[in-house]
């Protein structure tokens, strides 16, 4: 099992920056990739970003792209979700969440660990 804990939500002004942090723990050496998806009241979960094992490949929603940016150091370290020029839009609840799979990294079916999730507010 891989337990999955995320931190660093809260409530921002429009504009604002905030940087989410997932750290895993327990059988990590299974773990392909990390990502993290979001959900708004009423909307579907939406992959956000995503970055291999070890931190050397990232992907992207293309609507994301340019403002947010994933990142670790290497594979010991916590998964960061930098969010720059936050819109309230971006409100909702952030997941972190791991694949055992080789490929996919994009739709919630290619994740087999989620966290708990973490609000992010954006106010107008």
């Known amino acids: 099992q891989v337990q999955l804990v995320e931190s660093g939500g809260g409530l921002v002004q429009a504009g604002a920056s905030l940087r989410l942090s997932c750290t895993a723990s327990?059988?990590?050496?299974?773990?392909?990739?990390m990502g993290w998806f979001r959900q708004a009241p009423g909307k579907e979960r939406e992959f956000v970003a995503a970055?291999?094992?070890?931190?050397?490949?990232?992907y992207y929603n293309d609507s994301k792209k340019g403002r947010f940016t994933i990142s670790r150091d290497n594979w010991k370290t916590p998964v960061n979700l930098q969010m720059n020029s936050l819109k309230p839009e971006d409100t909702a609840v952030y997941y972190c969440?791991?694949?055992?799979?080789?490929?996919?990294?994009?739709?919630?079916?290619?994740?087999?660990?989620w966290g708990q999730g973490i609000q992010v507010t954006v106010a107008s």
């Open positions: 970055i291999n094992w070890a931190g050397t490949e990232t």
């Open positions: 969440a791991a694949t055992t799979a080789v490929s996919g990294r994009r739709s919630t079916r290619d994740y087999d660990y």
């Open positions: 327990g059988r990590t050496n299974s773990i392909y990739a």
